[in-house]
């Protein structure tokens, strides 16, 4: 008997989580080297921040283009960030390419 393989169905909630925790971790990766008045409280912020950026993207259900999705939620969810550091370049472009890949991507995973 022959049995058919079983394909795996990732919904927009769990792609949403796992590419907010990817994005968050690979962030917070990139900010150890770096000194901070408190490290932890920043790193906290920044995975947080990154983790909602990818679970609000899987689960947006909108008719725009995905690429629109990812810049429109990168931008709008990097803003307050960004704004309160006044670290506008890196936290808005970072926000963006991770919103636009997260976005990109999930029509490969979600089903």
Known sequence: MMTRPVEAIVTPVNYGLVAGL??????????????FPDKRAALTAAFLDRFALGLVIGVA????????????????????AAIITKAWR??????????????????RFVH
């Open 90 to 107: 890196p936290i808005l472009i970072i926000g963006v390419i991770g919103g636009v890949l997260i976005a990109v991507l999930e029509p």
């Open 22 to 35: 990817v994005f968050g971790a690979v962030v917070v990766g990139t900010m150890i080297p770096h000194t």
């Open 61 to 80: 259900n909108v008719s725009w283009p995905r690429w629109v999705v990812g810049l429109f939620f990168g931008l709008l969810m990097s803003a307050p």
